[in-house]
């Protein structure tokens, strides 16, 4: 199967994505790790992303299709891919369907992880991090830590990142009302999207997705 998953900003796509992609035997495509494997390998597209990174400016679409394309040319991705994080905007999904028309393959479906926007806030403004190690992530109601402020793992101190602030949120809702809820319209005019309720455990929300594919599929 070929998939695009779009979500706001805390709707979980990293983590379904894996779950989804490993129950359907086919490579999780995304844009964070095609930046670093092109960066980590020198390629001429990791080059010219590096350059624009370094100067902080934004990374032109047409670098990011680049690397999506000769990722999904790899001979793991001919049965399927699932692509989380591109199309990011309109300019990518014309991209990407003029990419499957050249290789006459198509979408099978658009799944949108549907999320209220006060629960992307609570999830993300909530989150806290260990300063000794990043991977030791609390919440301050989803999961607290047995101290206020310190980690269970090792007492190191627990804090916000700049990233994580509701500020910080609101504006990257911003931004994705503003960048990436078109592509849904976009996709919605073609048929492809199916919309996915992404509240509640991690097993039920895949669950809800694996079956709403096969009824897709059907």
Do not use: W
């Not at 805390?10 to 670093?36: C, E, M, V, W």
């Not at 591109?86 to 549907?114: K, M, T």
């Amino acid at each position: 199967m070929r998939i695009v998953l779009v979500g706001p900003p805390g709707a979980g796509k990293g983590t379904q994505a894996a779950y989804l992609a490993k129950n359907l035997s086919i490579p999780h495509i995304s844009t964070g790790d095609l930046f670093r494997a092109n960066i980590s390998q020198g390629t001429p597209l990791g080059r010219q992303a590096q350059e624009y990174m370094r100067a902080g400016q934004l990374v032109p679409d047409e670098v990011t299709i680049g690397m999506a394309e000769d990722r999904m040319r790899q001979p793991d991705a001919a049965p399927g891919f699932l692509l989380d994080g591109f199309p990011r905007n309109l300019a990518q999904a014309e991209a990407l369907d003029e990419f499957l028309r050249d290789n006459q393959i198509s979408l099978d479906a658009v799944l949108d992880l549907e999320v209220p926007e006060d629960e992307v806030v609570r999830r993300i403004a909530g989150r806290r991090i260990c300063r000794n190690d990043s991977s030791h992530v609390f919440h301050v109601t989803g999961a607290p830590p047995k101290t206020e402020g310190v980690c269970d793992a090792c007492g190191g101190e627990l804090y916000q990142r700049e990233d994580d602030s509701e500020e910080t949120v609101r504006k990257r809702l911003e931004v994705y009302h503003r960048e990436t809820e078109p592509i849904i319209d976009y996709y919605k005019a073609k048929g492809q999207v199916v919309t996915i309720p992404a509240l509640g455990k991690v097993s039920e929300v895949t669950q809800r997705a694996m079956d709403a594919l096969a009824a897709k599929a059907a």
